[in-house]
């Protein structure tokens, strides 16, 4: 059982910062793939950013140049640093893991809301 747990959403007003954290715990593979997806009301859930376990990133190009993904030091923990945050970055954010081909193993968290908003 693979369980992802995040934390760090809330309400900031626009040109501000926001951390979020996801621990992954379980039984993980090692070579996999950790990321962030986002859902805003009304549209359909969209990639934020991924890290690989050799930590290789992929960004969205909405977030270039503002978010950075990174993985902690026990491999199984993911953050997103969001800067200079827009009313546009708003919607729920999900954190994903995933590994294999055929069967693909694919996880998600709860979800954590993040409002920019003045």
């Known amino acids: 059982q693979v369980r992802l747990v995040e934390s760090g959403g809330g309400l900031v007003q626009p040109g501000g910062s926001l951390r979020l954290s996801c621990a992954a715990s379980?039984?993980?593979?090692?070579?996999?793939?950790m990321g962030w997806y986002r859902q805003a009301p009304g549209k359909q859930r969209e990639l934020v950013a991924t890290?690989?376990?050799?930590?290789?990133?992929n960004y969205a190009d909405s977030v270039k140049g503002r978010f950075a993904i990174s993985r902690g030091n026990d491999k199984n923990t993911v953050y997103l640093q969001m800067n200079s945050l827009k009313p546009d970055d708003t919607a729920v954010y999900y954190c994903?893991?995933?590994?294999?081909?055929?069967?693909?193993?694919?996880?998600w968290g709860q979800g954590t809301q993040v409002t920019v908003s003045s």
């Open positions: 994903n893991l995933r590994w294999g081909y055929r069967p693909l193993m694919d996880y």
């Open positions: 379980g039984n993980i593979f090692s070579i996999n793939v």
């Open positions: 890290i690989t376990s050799g930590s290789s990133t």
